[in-house]
């Protein structure tokens, strides 16, 4: 086996070269994979559930699915693999990601209906799909594809529209599982200032790494919220 250093930066992770095959980013594309394997957790966990399920359950556990898969995409194609497929494999991860975030939106919708008049439910999810919708187009279009499309339709997702939902629910219901969402979409903010600021230890656990295990801790409370609102015998 050979480590072969970063000619790129110097605090990315080093190659290695196992054989014939060449992974680029090892630990990160580990640390990445990390919140896809949250994913695949909570997505198991909500497959086995028996129990009596909210209207929002199928919708958070697609929510899971998709970013499980998704995260795993952006790991290796994004990383690992990168050796081996173009840049423009990266946009599998950033439309799988964003397709998930809708189901997360359209999972917390569920949650407030009862809350709201039809005419504005409708409203917010022609809002929410549409936006959602033009991201992905925008992300598909060669000329007008690249990484800060998947940041801003993930901002606009969670910060303009499910957080304010959750803070919403929260005021009328003193619902825990939103109490728990609006923690981890609080806890979003961190990963950004670690990676602006590069926040590292050194190359095999750099601001990549650190951002990506911040990241799959934000997915396990969302997995703990999801499953306040989905499972009904834990309903708050």
Same mark, same amino acid.
């Given at each position: 086996?050979?480590?072969?250093?970063?000619?790129?930066?110097?605090?990315?992770?080093?190659?290695?070269?196992?054989?014939?095959?060449?992974?680029?980013?090892?630990?990160?594309?580990?640390?990445?994979?990390?919140?896809?394997?949250? @994913?695949?957790?909570?997505?198991?966990? !909500?497959?086995?559930?028996?129990?009596?399920?909210?209207?929002?359950?199928?919708?958070?556990?697609?929510?899971?699915?998709?970013? /499980?898969?998704?995260?795993? /995409? &952006? #790991?290796?194609?994004?990383?690992?693999?990168? #050796?081996?497929?173009?840049?423009?494999?990266?946009?599998?991860?950033?439309?799988?990601?964003?397709? &998930?975030?809708?189901?997360?939106?359209?999972? $917390?919708?569920?949650?407030?209906?009862?809350?709201?008049?039809?005419?504005? +439910?409708?409203?917010?999810?022609?809002?929410? =799909?549409?936006?959602?919708? =033009?991201?992905?187009?925008?992300?598909?279009?060669? /000329?007008?594809?690249? !990484?800060?499309?998947?940041?801003? @339709?993930?901002?606009? +997702?969670?910060?303009?529209?499910?957080?304010?939902? *959750?803070?919403?629910?929260?005021?009328?219901?003193? +619902?825990?599982?939103?109490?728990?969402?609006?923690? #981890?979409?609080?806890?979003?903010?961190?990963?950004?200032?670690?990676?602006?600021?590069?926040?590292?230890?050194?190359?095999?656990?750099?601001?990549?790494? =650190? /951002? *990506?295990?911040?990241?799959? $801790?934000?997915?396990?409370?969302?997995?703990?919220? #999801?499953?306040?609102?989905?499972?009904?015998?834990? *309903?708050?």
């Amino acid at each position: 086996m050979q480590i072969v250093d970063s000619l790129i930066d110097p605090i990315i992770n080093p190659t290695l070269i196992i054989g014939e095959f060449e992974w680029r980013e090892p630990i990160t594309t580990l640390t990445d994979s990390l919140t896809g394997f949250v @994913c695949i957790f909570a997505f198991v966990v !909500f497959s086995k559930y028996k129990g009596k399920k909210s209207e929002s359950f199928k919708y958070f556990k697609i929510f899971f699915l998709l970013f /499980s898969i998704g995260m795993l /995409s &952006a #790991a290796w194609f994004g990383h690992g693999l990168a #050796a081996y497929v173009t840049p423009r494999w990266k946009v599998i991860g950033w439309v799988i990601n964003s397709t &998930a975030n809708l189901f997360l939106g359209l999972a $917390t919708l569920k949650e407030i209906i009862p809350l709201i008049k039809p005419h504005i +439910s409708r409203w917010i999810k022609v809002v929410f =799909i549409s936006q959602v919708s =033009i991201f992905i187009l925008l992300m598909l279009i060669p /000329s007008t594809s690249f !990484f800060g499309l998947a940041q801003l @339709c993930s901002l606009v +997702s969670l910060i303009g529209m499910v957080l304010p939902m *959750h803070i919403f629910n929260f005021s009328k219901t003193k +619902s825990q599982g939103s109490k728990l969402f609006i923690i #981890a979409i609080g806890m979003g903010v961190l990963p950004g200032i670690i990676f602006n600021t590069q926040l590292s230890v050194n190359r095999w656990f750099n601001y990549h790494d =650190i /951002s *990506h295990v911040v990241m799959a $801790t934000i997915f396990f409370v969302l997995f703990l919220a #999801a499953r306040k609102f989905s499972f009904l015998k834990q *309903h708050n």
